[in-house]
């Protein structure tokens, strides 16, 4: 079945760039999304992707898509304190309205 | 705009035991998906309906069931609770299938 990966932990300091991995099998995949978590919070969407997209870029937050080796990065420039939190890449698979999340990747900004 | 939201909050049942859960879905959307996220991991899909039938299911056994209403709010049902099934489970709407989803703040489920 389909399977997203991503880094566990990634820790930057404030105003730094954070970068976060996720890798993906699944090659109908239509859209690719960023979700942030927050402790006790439910899934917000950061940004999204088309899969015949290279780049997207949304104020601070910019994502690459490698679609040859399924690999979906997310950029965040001048990393905040109000960062701190657990970012999940999801994909939705073509003709399927199942949508695969990653184990999510908890980001901590140090000040 | 009401959000998508989601009740109870926290619930604690034994073994053997069964469960609802509910979801109101935000306005104008038909469309409600459930996911069940495990302590430490991504959300796992479980199924989605649209206009009132199951359309997309998860690899979860047949003891995971749902309902979705005219007004489109939906229930989770899970019968012979396991102490597996700790974990919170979140509703998302969309409007139609394949469009973004707006997840609720979720129901924290703890079997013992």
């Known amino acids: 079945g389909e399977d997203v990966e991503q880094s566990l932990f990634l820790s930057v300091r404030e105003g730094d760039s954070s970068v976060i991995n996720c890798t993906y099998t699944?090659?109908?995949?239509?859209?690719l999304y960023w979700y942030k978590q927050e402790p006790g919070a439910g899934l917000q969407l950061l940004t999204y992707?088309?899969?015949?997209?290279d780049m997207k870029q949304d104020q601070r937050l910019t994502v690459l898509l490698n679609k040859k080796d399924k690999h979906l990065s997310l950029r965040i420039a001048d990393t905040q304190t109000g960062d701190s939190a657990i970012y999940f890449c999801?994909?939705?698979?073509?003709?399927?309205?199942?949508?695969?999340f990653g184990t999510g990747t908890k980001l901590q900004v140090i000040p | 705009e009401t959000g998508v939201t989601q009740s109870p909050t926290h619930l604690i049942k034994t073994r053997g035991q069964q469960v609802t859960l509910r979801c109101s879905s935000q306005?104008?959307?038909?469309?409600v998906s459930w996911y069940q996220q495990a302590l430490g991991q991504g959300p796992q899909f479980i199924f989605q309906?649209?206009?009132?039938?199951?359309?997309g299911r998860g690899n979860f056994p047949p003891r995971f069931s749902g309902l979705q209403f005219p007004n489109y709010s939906s229930e989770l049902n899970v019968n012979a609770l396991e102490l597996d099934d700790s974990a919170l489970y979140l509703c998302?709407?969309?409007?139609?299938?394949?469009?973004?989803?707006?997840f609720g703040p979720g129901t924290r489920l703890t079997v013992l």
């Open positions: 998302a709407s969309s409007a139609g299938q394949g469009n973004e989803q707006f």
């Open positions: 699944d090659s109908s995949s239509t859209y």
């Open positions: 992707i088309f899969s015949n997209m």
């Open positions: 999801a994909d939705l698979e073509s003709g399927y309205q199942k949508v695969t």
């Open positions: 306005s104008g959307h038909n469309t």
């Open positions: 309906y649209y206009r009132e039938e199951e359309n």
